[in-house]
């Protein structure tokens, strides 16, 4: 089911600095971690970050780790992906997902997913 919506992508250049963000679309009921995860053309979708519910637990992917953050705000319903220092191996699909459990989020579990939104990192 696609209840999320991610925003905030675009056409950057390298060694810039994004935000992406995700909102509900739809009711979510219940303590759910968040993720992004991402596609780029002709790779797999792989994981790039994630938060448990409550914000104090995060897991990150080695190649954003140290120039990423996942934050969110449970009172608005967004969780939002802090990226800099972006390099052109970055550009994908970045997709939102969420599921109950962040240990199974981080290994690809997921409940809800987002359409995508689409990052270019020009070199």
């Known amino acids: 089911q696609f209840l999320l919506v991610e925003s905030g992508g675009g056409l950057v250049q390298a060694g810039d600095s994004l935000r992406l963000s995700c909102a509900n679309s739809?009711?979510?009921?219940?303590?759910?971690?968040k993720a992004w995860f991402r596609q780029a053309p002709g790779k797999d979708r792989e994981f790039v970050a994630a938060?448990?519910?409550?914000?104090?637990?995060?897991e990150y992917a080695d190649s954003v780790k140290g120039r990423s953050t996942i934050s969110r705000d449970n009172a608005k319903d967004t969780v939002s992906l802090k990226m800099d220092n972006l390099k052109p191996e970055d550009t994908a699909v970045y997709y939102c997902?969420?599921?109950?459990?962040?240990?199974?989020?981080?290994?690809?579990?997921?409940?809800?997913w987002g359409r995508g939104t689409q990052v270019t990192v020009s070199s």
């Open positions: 997902a969420a599921h109950p459990s962040l240990s199974q989020l981080v290994k690809g579990t997921v409940t809800y």
């Open positions: 739809g009711r979510i009921y219940g303590a759910f971690s």
């Open positions: 938060i448990n519910f409550e914000g104090s637990d995060t």
